[in-house]
């Protein structure tokens, strides 16, 4: 309970006091992004007045977009690389893409999971605490302090299990929030321009070992989800052709 409200509070705390305490944030002054940021907005169905800029190139070349809080602390923060780096469509696709995160629900989705997964590991804990057997096994007082020591040895399987299946929901909705930016911004070409880009500046390995991705990676290689966007772009246009005939 503790730590869901701790996870909640952070939706707050975090971009209103933590994340300026490591860099600087400024509304967004220039005439054509703040249009453009609007207009993504008005497609979504999303009302936020806060939009920034972070001056994430003070640190590295990374570039990245994020939408974060809720209610009235609800605000969107576009790092000035993403800006230098990207054209105004696709800066428009990769904020499309984090706003369908919130449309789906798929922030408090892995607010739930992520709870629930750390309740699982910690009622496991608990019990192998109370077991005796744990404790002459090991030959060590039976206090719970040791006992909950003792217990993490045994719990590493178990989220050896849990983390790939935390990490194959993620990737679903990663998938789906690509389709939904594609929606919102009325075709591919900005967002597989923007994946494109983020993977060469970001230095992604595009073409990860299928184990690797499926047990490591809470995205999609990047290969994979430029090949669903081309899979996509041919299916709507395979419809249309068939819906002219």
Avoid at 22 to 28: E, H, K, L, Q, S
Avoid at 57 to 71: I, P
Avoid at 164 to 187: K, M, N, Y
Wanted: a negative charge; charged letters at 15%.
């Amino acid at each position: 309970a503790a730590m869901a409200a701790l996870s909640v509070g952070m939706l707050v705390v975090y971009p209103r006091v933590i994340a300026p305490l490591f860099n600087d944030f400024r509304p967004v002054e220039e005439a054509a992004v703040a249009d453009a940021v609007s207009a993504t907005l008005d497609a979504a169905g999303v009302t936020c007045e806060q939009v920034y800029v972070m001056d994430a190139s003070r640190r590295s070349a990374h570039a990245n977009a994020y939408f974060v809080g809720f209610g009235e602390t609800k605000r969107v923060v576009l790092f000035d690389t993403l800006l230098a780096q990207l054209t105004l469509p696709e800066v428009q696709a990769v904020l499309a893409h984090e706003l369908a995160h919130w449309q789906r629900g798929h922030i408090w989705r892995r607010l739930a999971v992520s709870v629930g997964s750390t309740a699982v590991v910690v009622g496991v804990i608990w019990a192998l605490s109370q077991q005796p057997w744990l404790y002459s096994a090991f030959g060590v007082p039976a206090e719970t302090a040791y006992g909950a020591v003792l217990a993490l040895l045994y719990v590493g399987p178990l989220q050896l299990v849990l983390t790939p299946l935390q990490h194959q929901r993620s990737r679903q909705h990663e998938w789906e929030a690509d389709a939904e930016a594609v929606r919102l911004t009325g075709g591919t070409e900005a967002m597989w321009g923007a994946l494109q880009t983020l993977s060469a500046e970001n230095l992604a390995n595009p073409f990860p070992h299928p184990w690797y991705a499926a047990m490591m990676m809470g995205h999609p290689p990047i290969a994979e989800r430029l090949r669903r966007l081309r899979d996509a772009e041919h299916q709507a246009t395979s419809n249309d052709a068939a819906t002219s005939a």
